[in-house]
């Protein structure tokens, strides 16, 4: 569906902006009267990461003039295969700042806003106000379901993408025209069952694909053209080179945007999404030891099986000495258990603990009391015990 322009347009063009935007001038659907709407529109981009990178560097070059940036994380090496917006001289530096410096290096008239700190509840409707639009480019389901919300309860458009491997997905959010993201995904998946890209990876130009759509979504909510994805689900395969649309429908039973909600207000995401189940919180209770607690196990032969639970991939780039790689997914069906040896203590470890506490559960209700799992994984060994191993 066709919708009205988003924002009013801005009194004039400089003559700098007009040679600038010329290639948007002589389109006729965009024009004078579709740039100078997008000079005065105020786009939120949340995270300057995989999807955040491509969104803002176009959004930028389109000529959005204010652009609002929050992240609260550093560049790190291993964002340099997929972040472009960041470079070798950025690691260690803020990623919003980062974000910022490349910005402005590609359109000066860009005012640019940073919010360096951690969306929360506390402080994402203060945040999401002072915007005409919001482009979703988080990684986490606690953070999703936040953005909605929020734009749900202030009637904001947001423009939402996901990327996963070689798979993405993109769509455009508004209760007001269509639904939201609770339409689609009422309830967040069970915890540790969709891994994330930092635990099953993503091919980094993948973020560039899905980032142009969305920016191309903004552009055409912000300047009143085209039919925007509201309603819509584009699904993306690279492997394939296929794009498909699903409908997407608003629910009447919607806890936030349908016809009695039972979400009036922010609630806790976290709790919501539950990054680690309560069952695998209990059992790594008086069971979690440290990378060095482990290293001291292995110096004073205790009988122990250490158990890598990550993917094959993962087990290749780096692994715990004398670890043996039995995946997660295999103790969730249920044909690892037969394996496990009864005469020494099982040490189970992935990448940063959240796995491995998820397959300690699934060991304690098995009998396998005395079953213990290295909290911070592989990543903590690294930091702690061998340094010189590359951590990814």
């Known amino acids: 569906m066709s919708l009205p322009p988003l924002v009013e347009p801005a009194a004039e063009l400089t003559v700098d902006e007009v040679r600038r935007y010329s290639r948007h001038l002589i389109i006729p659907d965009v024009g004078m009267d579709g740039q100078k709407r997008l000079k005065n529109a105020k786009v939120l981009c949340v995270g300057a990461g995989g999807l955040g990178s491509p969104a803002l560097m176009y959004l930028a070059a389109a000529g959005v003039g204010t652009l609002g940036i929050v992240e609260f994380d550093e560049v790190d090496e291993s964002n340099l295969q997929r972040q472009i917006i960041h470079s070798q001289a950025d690691i260690g530096r803020s990623k919003a700042a980062s974000a ?116 191309t979504e903004a552009i055409k909510v912000l300047a009143g053209v085209g039919d925007p994805l509201v309603g819509r689900l584009m699904i993306y395969d690279a492997l394939e080179m296929q794009y498909r649309q699903v409908k ?100 189970l470890h992935c990448k940063t603990g959240v796995r491995s506490a998820e397959v300690l559960a699934v060991l304690k209700s098995a009998g396998f009391a005395d079953a213990v799992h290295v909290g911070g994984g592989v990543i903590g060994w690294v930091h702690q015990i061998e340094p010189e191993k590359p951590v990814y």
């Open 100 to 215: 910022r410096d490349s910005v402005l290096g590609i359109n000066p008239y860009v005012n640019v806003i940073l919010h360096e700190e951690r969306l929360e509840a506390e402080n994402v409707m203060d945040i999401f106000s002072q915007y005409d639009l919001i482009v979703d480019g988080t990684d986490n389901f606690a953070t999703r379901y936040l953005v909605n919300d929020a734009c749900v309860l202030l009637n904001k458009p947001y423009v939402w993408g996901s990327i996963y491997r070689f798979d993405g997905q993109a769509s455009v959010f508004w209760s007001e025209y269509g639904p939201c993201y609770r339409c689609l995904y009422p309830e967040p998946p069970p915890p540790g069952m969709v891994p994330s890209c930092a635990e099953g990876g993503v091919l980094g130009v993948l973020c560039a694909s899905i980032g142009s759509i969305q920016v």
């Open 248 to 347: 997407v429908r608003k629910d009447p039973n919607c806890a936030v945007c349908g016809e009695n909600p039972t979400v009036t207000e922010l609630i806790d995401y976290e709790a919501f999404c539950g990054v680690v189940s309560e069952e695998a919180q209990e059992a790594a209770l008086g069971s979690t030891i440290t990378p060095k607690q482990l290293k001291e196990w292995i110096d004073e032969g205790e009988s122990i099986d250490i158990i890598d639970v990550r993917e094959p991939n993962e087990y290749e780039i780096v692994s715990i000495p004398g670890a043996r790689l039995i995946p997660k997914n295999e103790f969730l069906m249920g044909t690892a258990l037969q394996d496990l040896p009864q005469d020494k203590r099982i040490v």
